[in-house]
């Protein structure tokens, strides 16, 4: 019978991994071979197991989800692993991901798409909670810089709102500002505006972001 | 109203007095005082001197004038032989050994006309004849001539042949004064040395004490509470010194016991701050270890109840699904304010992105959050404080700003790690109220920011929004290790 999905359960609370059983067992193609209550227990059956999938918690006592998943990928690599688990951040999800999960499934939609998820994921495609991939999508936009060949605002400034300007960005009081070029902290509050509004910027985070980029800072 | 000017007349010189050290004042006397007495027996002595002088002179005069009286008395009046003897009289007495200068001396004759005259080479013998002494008597007269006093002595010639007159001159008594002048002058200049050296040293004895005094009570000052001074004499500066020192023990004692309650206090705040985060840890891990995963639990079971069950019951248990999975939302939800697993499992700068990301949802303020430096992650307990901070600085920022923009910056750059919260609100005047009770946050973000031994600097005016400056040195990795709790 190859094409019975062979899954071992990896979830610390007892209650949970015999509902999930319950449901999964439904489905005349996939099977339940083993259950892990922590993420040792987990490594040891999928070695010992070898199964088609690993449905894998991330809090679990002991060695926790994403610190198993490499070492899951290493004692069983024909194994996919579908990450279950509670948490709705990106920062978790991109960790799995990069840890070799093939899919991210949240608690809260388990009963709507964990069927879903584990036919995806066999069919070999990579599954992620819908919202999960917005989110995703988002951080990516951030990251992306604008390439764009537009004349770079920094040289429109003059040198004394230049140096005002590198001073903030690192960190620095308007005092101490002040102290450093010695002016007086009314003058540093002008270059500081005045400077700011050429670069088209709003706040200290946004002026450090953009003195980073231009290697500033360093 | 002469009071009032008297004494501001005085406090404009002790204006000018008073400024100078106490070296100076001392001097100052004591130059004053030997210059005055130096003056007043210079004077004393001149006026003496003079008069003892001047009477001698006039002794001599007279004796002179005897003599010469008696030897024209033996020469009965013989022109050629007065002539002579005047002559010889004038010569003999104005030599060294007599100590006496003798102008003239003129032999009259009963008619005051003179017989026989002789002068000594300065004198203008027609000078003499049109100003005649007057009122001249056998003791002495006194009168001035172009080239110097004179004092006239005169002496009867026996058997009515006329008088002697003998003219003094003062030149002698005058250059024995000067030399007299001279003398107490450099005595007096010799006695300001000396009075000004042993002033000097006498300060130098007096003030070396009260310089230890203050320079001791400067370093005091500065904080330096073992600082004591030694104790020079026994007199009253030494007693000054003992109770110097007695006082900077005490305050050393009260800056001891003080330190010790702060630490103490510290010791409190850190326990209860580390207590209550312990707390909201265990509640949100059960939260979200058990409490959910029941919930889960129970959203499974319903999917596998509605598997078997009759489809007029569907509804019911879709009802219950919605039920059971908005708990679960809110369950997530609260375990992640009490506190987000992330904070402990991916660090500070995922847990603050995710807690900005809301905050900008919840209050509709943009926020803009950036990261430079912090590569590693930081002990457990500062990673804690900084996001707590964080949240009191936004959360501030929420209540009180009516901002529109802020900004999280995250600095790290020489083992100093920079939080630095800024809004464009209303700002506030932080020397006004800068941890008023109404701004407990304020209060807290400074408590946290204390007990890791950085700083909370506020820049802020009304109309001007408000900075907040976080600085935190970081523990270097010995204590680093001691800072992590084994969790």
Same mark, same amino acid.
């Given at each position: 019978?190859?094409? +019975? ?16 059983? @319950? ?69 978790? @999800? ?10 991210? +499934? ?21 599954? *992620? ?90 | ?30 130059? !004053? ?17 003079? /008069? ?22 033996? +020469? &009965? ?84 042949? !006329? ?5 003094? &001159? ?8 000067? %030399? ?83 630490? $103490? ?10 207590? /209550? ?37 569907? &509804?019911?248990?879709?009802? =219950?699904?919605? *039920? ?17 697993? #992330?904070?402990?499992? @991916?660090?500070?700068? *995922? ?12 209050? &509709? ?18 990673? %804690? ?9 936004? %959360?501030? #920022? ?10 999280? @910056? ?34 807290? =973000? ?9 700083? $909370? ?7 001007? !929004? ?22």
């Amino acid at each position: 019978m190859t094409d +019975v999905i062979r899954v071992l359960l990896a979830d610390d609370h007892a209650v949970l991994r015999s509902g999930l059983r @319950l449901l999964i067992e439904r489905q005349p193609n996939i099977e339940v071979v083993g259950e892990a209550g922590d993420g040792n227990e987990a490594l040891a059956q999928a070695k010992a197991l070898q199964p088609d999938l690993v449905l894998l918690d991330i809090n679990m006592p002991g060695l926790d989800g994403l610190a198993a998943l490499p070492r899951l990928r290493q004692e069983s690599p024909h194994s996919r692993v579908l990450v279950l688990t509670m948490h709705d951040d990106v920062s978790y @999800l991109q960790e799995a991901l990069r840890a070799g999960a093939s899919g991210y +499934v949240l608690k809260r939609a388990v009963d709507n798409e964990l069927l879903m998820a584990i036919q995806a994921v066999m069919r070999g495609e990579t599954y *992620v909670h819908s919202a999960m991939t917005q989110k995703l999508l988002q951080t990516m936009d951030a990251d992306k810089s604008p390439a764009r060949n537009e004349p770079d605002p920094w040289d429109a400034l003059s040198e004394r709102e230049r140096d005002v300007l590198r001073l903030v960005a690192l960190g620095y009081t308007n005092q101490e500002v002040a102290d450093a070029l010695f002016l007086s902290v009314k003058t540093v509050e002008t270059y500081r505006s005045r400077g700011m509004e050429k670069l088209g910027l709003q706040t200290r985070a946004q002026l450090v972001k953009s003195a980073l980029k231009r290697g500033l800072l360093d | 109203m002469e009071r009032i000017r008297q004494s501001a007349l005085f406090q404009r010189f002790w204006d000018f007095a008073g400024a100078a050290s106490i070296r100076v004042k001392v001097l100052g006397i004591v130059l !004053g005082v030997i210059v005055l007495l130096g003056t007043f027996i210079m004077l004393q002595m001149r006026t003496a001197v003079y /008069q003892t002088l001047t009477a001698e002179m006039e002794h001599q005069g007279v004796a002179i004038a005897r003599a010469a009286a008696g030897e024209i008395d033996q +020469v &009965s009046g013989e022109p050629e032989l007065v002539d002579h003897v005047v002559r010889r009289n004038r010569l003999h007495y104005s030599s060294a050994e007599h100590n006496t200068l003798i102008d003239y001396i003129i032999f009259d004759g009963p008619n005051n006309a003179p017989i026989s005259e002789s002068y000594a080479d300065y004198v203008d013998p027609a000078t003499l004849h049109t100003t005649p002494p007057v009122g001249a008597t056998l003791i002495g007269l006194r009168y001035s001539l172009p080239w110097g006093d004179v004092t006239e002595v005169r002496a009867d010639v026996p058997g009515g042949l !006329g008088i002697v007159r003998v003219g003094l &001159s003062d030149a002698n008594v005058q250059a024995n004064l000067t %030399t007299m002048t001279l003398q107490i002058v450099s005595i007096t200049l010799v006695m300001i040395g000396v009075g000004l050296a042993a002033a000097y040293f006498l300060t130098w004895i007096l003030t070396r004490p009260i310089f230890d005094l203050v320079n001791a009570t400067e370093a005091v000052g500065r904080g330096e509470l073992g600082r004591q001074v030694p104790r020079w004499a026994n007199d009253e500066i030494g007693d000054l010194a003992v109770s110097f020192n007695a006082m900077t023990r005490a305050l050393a004692q009260a800056d001891r016991e003080r330190a010790e309650r702060e630490a $103490l206090r510290e010791k409190y705040i850190r326990g209860v701050i580390q207590a /209550q985060e312990d707390e909201r840890k265990r509640i949100a891990r059960e939260l979200h270890d058990s409490t959910s995963q029941s919930l889960t639990s129970l959203l499974v079971g319903l999917r596998n109840l509605g598997e078997v069950a009759p489809d007029t019951l569907d &509804s019911q248990i879709e009802d =219950i699904r919605r *039920v059971v999975s908005g708990t679960l939302d809110e369950v997530h939800a609260l375990a992640w304010q009490l506190r987000p697993s #992330v904070l402990d499992d @991916l660090g500070l700068v *995922v847990a603050l992105g995710r807690y900005i990301a809301d905050f900008e949802r919840r209050y &509709s303020i943009q926020v803009d959050f950036t990261v430079h430096g912090l590569d590693d992650r930081l002990p457990v307990t500062l990673e %804690t404080s900084l996001y707590r901070m964080t949240q009191e600085g936004l %959360t501030n #920022v929420a209540r009180h700003a009516q901002a529109h923009h802020a900004s999280v @910056l995250i600095d790290q750059r020489n083992n100093i790690i920079r939080i630095i919260i800024e809004d464009d609100g209303v700002g506030f005047n932080p020397d006004a109220h800068p941890f008023g009770e109404k701004n407990l946050g304020l209060q807290g =973000i400074r408590e946290r920011t204390q007990l890791f031994g950085g700083k $909370l600097t506020i820049e802020s005016q009304p109309g001007q !929004g408000t900075s907040l400056f976080i600085e935190i040195p970081l523990p270097n990795t010995a204590a680093r290790t001691e800072l992590e709790r084994p969790s």
